[in-house]
């Protein structure tokens, strides 16, 4: 049973982004994780890190924040965190087409996050805001 971590520090930069997908790549690599859930993995991360960028940093420089991914099982577990302030996000996250009539400024990367990944978890621990992902990965690609 092969249980490995990864994880990564990127700046508050919205260009440090593409460090995330080259890091989800090369973990899907890793553990031989077929493309469909890579690509899924990989925009859901790239979505919460975004978010926090935005949201919790305010799209302000010289920040950081912290994506750690576990494998364990055929299951990647997804760990964002950062600094900003506490976030619960609303439990019920409408649908995206409820989301575009109202003409929402936002909402739809929680949205997409929850539908990408099997499980979907906030919360705060030690001052630091955690998102929690999970994803079952599939059978190997070899």
Known sequence: MKHERYSIKISSSPSALTGINRFINRVANL???????????????????????????????????????????????????????PFTPPLNTPSARELINKGADGGLGIWMIRNLMDEVNFYRRDGINVLEMRKDLGPRKD
């Open 31 to 85: 553990h031989a994780i077929p493309s469909a859930v890579r690509d899924d993995l990989a925009l859901a991360v790239y979505e919460g890190c975004a978010n926090v960028i935005e949201h919790a940093y305010d799209n302000s420089e010289g920040r950081e924040l912290e994506v750690e991914v576990e494998v364990k099982d055929r299951v990647a577990i997804v760990f964002i965190y950062d600094n900003g302030p």
